[in-house]
């Protein structure tokens, strides 16, 4: 197996080795992006909100400030960090204090995950330009080769288009497969932080004016 792949590669020429170098930098990002998305930056945000509206209800905003502290790195409790900490102050310093955060974050959650795009765009344009060239030399072997060498050379021009093709679409469609599921992390993510911080910026100056429902109330109980 392991021989077989050596020659794979080999008979793809020169065009080869950019496109595995494409694919560790894919594979690095799909890997730093799942951890940062699934595991570094989400949250079960319905859960967390929950729990800091029942302590935003119950005027706790220290207590609900700890809770934000207990994710630091987590997306939603930053934001919402943001404003507890403006808890007492105006609706316009609450507003404020939520879209820095969101400025801060945003770019955190965004980023690297375009690169993939790219990666699998240059990926396939590299195993083309390896076909083109291949191709090249098979006309040219064709022409200029003498009648013994031309079955040989023609064979080798053409594995180094066909290999080149064939490990730039393997690098290709993982990249834009992940380039998709990832953004659909990313998404609900950002989905989210837009969702819950107009939330917690409705609670605390509906809290400033004092005007929480009686139902509300009874929720904090």
């Known amino acids: ?77 930053r934001v919402v960090k943001a404003a507890l900490t403006r808890a007492n102050k105006g609706e316009v310093e609450i507003s404020n204090a939520l879209e820095e955060a969101m400025l801060e974050v945003l770019p955190e959650i965004t980023k690297r995950t375009p690169a993939l795009q790219n990666l699998a765009n240059l990926s396939t344009l590299l195993g083309l330009l390896g076909t083109i060239v291949g191709l090249i030399e098979a006309f040219s072997a064709v022409a200029l080769a003498p009648p013994d060498m031309k079955s040989q050379l023609l064979t080798q021009s053409l594995a180094i288009g066909l290999n080149a093709t064939a490990l730039g ?20 993510i950002i989905d989210e932080l837009d969702q819950y911080s107009l939330k917690i910026q409705n609670l605390l100056v509906a809290r400033g004016k004092g005007t929480q429902s009686p139902l509300d109330r009874s929720a904090a109980g």
Not at 174 to 183: A, K, M, N, V
């Open 1 to 77: 197996m392991l021989g077989k792949l050596a020659e794979f590669y080999s008979a793809g020429g020169i065009w080869m080795h950019p496109i595995v170098f494409c694919s560790v930098i894919a594979f690095s990002i799909i890997i730093e992006r799942i951890v940062a998305l699934f595991f570094r930056y989400n949250i079960n945000g319905a859960h967390f909100m929950a729990q800091i509206q029942k302590l935003v209800l119950a005027n706790n905003i220290d207590r609900a400030i700890k809770l934000c502290n207990a994710a630091p790195k987590a997306a939603l409790p």
């Open 169 to 188: 679409l393997i690098v290709a469609i993982p990249s834009l497969g992940f380039f998709i599921y990832l953004q659909g992390a990313t998404k609900k």
